[in-house]
């Protein structure tokens, strides 16, 4: 294998740890951002050369794989949103529930007052 060939080797793998040097990070491994890496011109990896088939073939893999990674990323994304959201309806509720005890705290209290005419402590207290 020459030089050049190990050079476009060397940029898959950094594409495929995501760690580039060339590219953005991130980027979708193709068969140009291959070539970018790799320090080469856009469209350098022809598939109308032989010579370049099984690095065709194992860009695709990668291609391939990366998209895996991104679709599983994506689920567990959805996945904590609904989360989140299911966290949120607990708390409206949580609160709604609190706001209803304070309500009728201070209606228990009133009647209390009127009852026993002693002076009940207000729930907060007046800032004066």
């Given at each position: 294998?020459?030089?050049?060939?190990?050079?476009?080797?060397?940029?898959?793998?950094?594409l495929k740890?995501?760690?580039?040097?060339?590219?953005?990070?991130?980027?979708?491994?193709?068969?140009?951002?291959?070539?970018?890496?790799?320090?080469?011109?856009?469209?350098?990896?022809?598939?109308?050369?032989?010579?370049f088939?099984?690095?065709?073939?194992?860009?695709?893999?990668?291609?391939?794989?990366?998209?895996?990674?991104v679709?599983?990323?994506?689920?567990?994304?959805?996945?904590?949103k609904?989360?989140?959201?299911?966290?949120r309806?607990?708390?409206?509720?949580a609160l709604?529930?609190?706001?209803?005890?304070?309500?009728?705290?201070?209606?228990?209290?009133?009647?209390?007052?009127?009852?026993?005419?002693?002076?009940?402590?207000?729930?907060?207290?007046?800032?004066?």
């Amino acid at each position: 294998m020459t030089d050049s060939f190990l050079e476009y080797y060397e940029a898959l793998e950094r594409l495929k740890k995501d760690t580039p040097m060339r590219v953005l990070k991130g980027t979708k491994i193709t068969n140009d951002a291959v070539s970018l890496e790799a320090g080469r011109g856009k469209g350098s990896i022809k598939k109308s050369r032989p010579i370049f088939a099984d690095l065709i073939v194992a860009i695709q893999i990668a291609s391939e794989q990366q998209m895996l990674v991104v679709n599983t990323q994506d689920k567990k994304i959805e996945k904590l949103k609904s989360e989140l959201d299911q966290c949120r309806k607990e708390l409206e509720a949580a609160l709604a529930r609190e706001v209803s005890l304070l309500y009728e705290l201070y209606e228990v209290k009133k009647e209390i007052n009127l009852l026993t005419g002693a002076k009940v402590i207000p729930i907060r207290k007046r800032r004066g």
